[in-house]
């Protein structure tokens, strides 16, 4: 049996070995290593495949969320809703532009943003709202989208774990990440589209916005040497882009192949009681596992984890403890009470290996090993 890792990320590169190490000399060779054709050029490809009017390539999905931020103008007080179950880099951009973060608690179902929550979060002080699509599952952006309506609010998406994922709407199918004001996404390597590097990638349909957001990514700078406003330096390079370049055509397949993992793992854990697994829908892409997160509901999950451990099998917690109960983020507005959903998900969850190279021998490994332990 291959080695089990959380991602296989050598696998997938042996794949387009070729390919990638002839395009990264040649990006060496032509020596454009800032701003070379090749940004542009997958900066093109991006906006076909996402069927978006502006793709802003800069340096990494973090960087994204705050210059998105930043391009819509969100000034110090300002209120932004946000999920408690995502990755830390969410609020941190929020706090770090002295917005106000107020997180919310998410639904048991998809462990998305509550849409509830929201509704009870909204104040005259509230200016936008973030969505994450966890794990690669879609939120419910349409009850997002006429929330933000109704109370006039932006909608910046973070996409850093669904690129491909698609929503279908009441307008019909939109790529994830372009159905906000601003989608934001994140090239990490573990992601479904990651570069072997930093990047990241703002999207948008909005001209005017896609053309500030160009000024704050190069020091706020519309013409050389000019600084309208504070801006910051942030740029996917060239060796990434023409990496990425490469990768793009694969992503859809990428894709497919982590949801066919996701449903061999469904179909053997989700008879097990004490284990819920995702909801797949098979008739669209609404879910594109950037992780495969089970729960398991019996008290076992931290046996579990060490369990797993002592076999060679990788897993995680994502995430182990809610945002509203670290250090950084206390606020004294926060009550426990209204973090059931997530309290109680740091405590069940558990990531299972998922990467586009599984294989059926190291899957039914993993889940004989789960069965057994949890019976
Ligand atoms: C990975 C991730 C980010 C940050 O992306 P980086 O490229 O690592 O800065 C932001 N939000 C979510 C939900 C993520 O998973």
Redesign the pocket.
Known sequence: MRKLQMVDLKGQYEKIKDQVDKAVIDVIDSTAFINGPEVKQFQEDLEKYLDVKHVIPCA????A?QIAMMGLGLKPGDEVITTDF??A??VEVIALLNLTPVLVDCDINNMNISIEAIKKAITPKTKAIVP?H?FGRAVDMDAVMALAEEHNLYVIE?N??AVGGVYTSKDGKKKLGTIGDVGTT???PS?NLGCYG?G?AIFTNNDELAHTIRGIVNHGMYERYHHDVVGVNSRLDSVQATILKIKLPHLDGYNKARQKAAMYYSDKLGVNENIIVPVICDTCDCHVFHQYVIRITNGKRDGLLEHLQSKQIPCAIYYPIPLHRQKAYLDDRYKEEDFSVTNQLSDEVIALPMHTELDAEQQDYIINTILNYIN
């Not at 990494?60 to 960087?63: E, H």
């Open positions: 990494n999905g973090t960087d969320l995502t990755f880099a969410t994450v966890l973070d850093a774990q994140s090239f990490f992601k930093d990241g």
